[in-house]
């Protein structure tokens, strides 16, 4: 679809806010986007699915939507379905990638079974959490190791373990999110993001973003309210590296079955610089602190037009993908 006219998407919904512990980010990235579309001449709109039922979206004529929700019923298949039902072409990945990449355990079994490399990990089902199956946990994944909520994002409810006096609490935290629990080994080293633009054989890696935080703490806090964290697009990694995580966050995109935009979060061990996938995220975030904008701009695509971009592969299930 050419980018030319802006009244080819008729009148567009930016769905954002929502309900998950990320609803702040979300209102951060959905206004960023709507501001974009309109200024670049769509009839765009807000429309919080918190405060107004989906069903609204066809009763007011609306003809695509722009998903810029986060996390539970907004990035994990939920509302994918209901737009589905409805008819209405969304931005994004479909039903089951949506729901798959939001679950990290699923994701890394998916991963795993494809052989692109992960961290180990054991996951803590909600009736595996006595104090001595939690405290085993080291034993198996080796200190200092994470624990997440395998369901939620924006590094809520993480802890990075440095002893096994603190499994216990860090268990407790994350278990305040999700019933069941992730933990997965540490690898020590630089973090990068990889985003991805497209569909099929139309999709491709956007240049990397190395990410350098105080004292290794990416965290909620550093990610969207400091300016502590220094994010490096162009990556200046070695050419071969960027390529190589190109290459795996391709593979890991088409593996679970990606569409539209995404960005995976990889980990490269400082010991052989091997690259380790983190989780996959369909519905990035498009605040002015984002990375996916950031390396957009690093390939000459300015934020404006990548809300375009993504807008103009709204599509459906039902439709093979294709719009």
Known sequence: MSLQD???????AVLFG???AEREISLLSGNGVLEALRSRGVDAHAFDPAERD?????????????????GRHGEDGTVQGALELLGIPYTGSGVMAS?????KV?????????????????????DQQSREQIRAVPDVLGLPLIVKPPREGSSIGVTKVE?????????ALSAKYDADVLCEEFIEGEEVTCAVLGSGLDAHALPVVRIAAPEGAYDYQNKYFTDDVKYHCPSGLPEAEEHEIQRITLAAYHTLGC?????ADVMIRASDRKPFLLEMNTSPGMTSHSLVPMSARAAGIAYEDLCLRVLA????????GAQ
């Open 163 to 171: 002893g096994y006096s603190q499994m216990q609490d860090a268990v």
């Open 99 to 103: 729901s798959v990449a939001m679950d």
């Open 259 to 263: 569409r539209g935009w995404g960005r």
């Open 106 to 126: 699923m994701t890394k079994r998916i991963w795993q079974a494809d052989g692109l490399p992960t961290p180990k990990y054991v996951r803590l089902a909600f």
């Open 18 to 20: 929502g309900s998950s």
């Open 313 to 320: 592969s709204a599509s459906l299930d039902a439709a093979g």
């Open 54 to 70: 989906l069903v609204e979206l066809r009763r007011e004529g609306f003809a695509r939507c722009f998903i810029a929700l986060h």
């Open 6 to 12: 802006p009244k080819q998407f008729g009148k567009v």
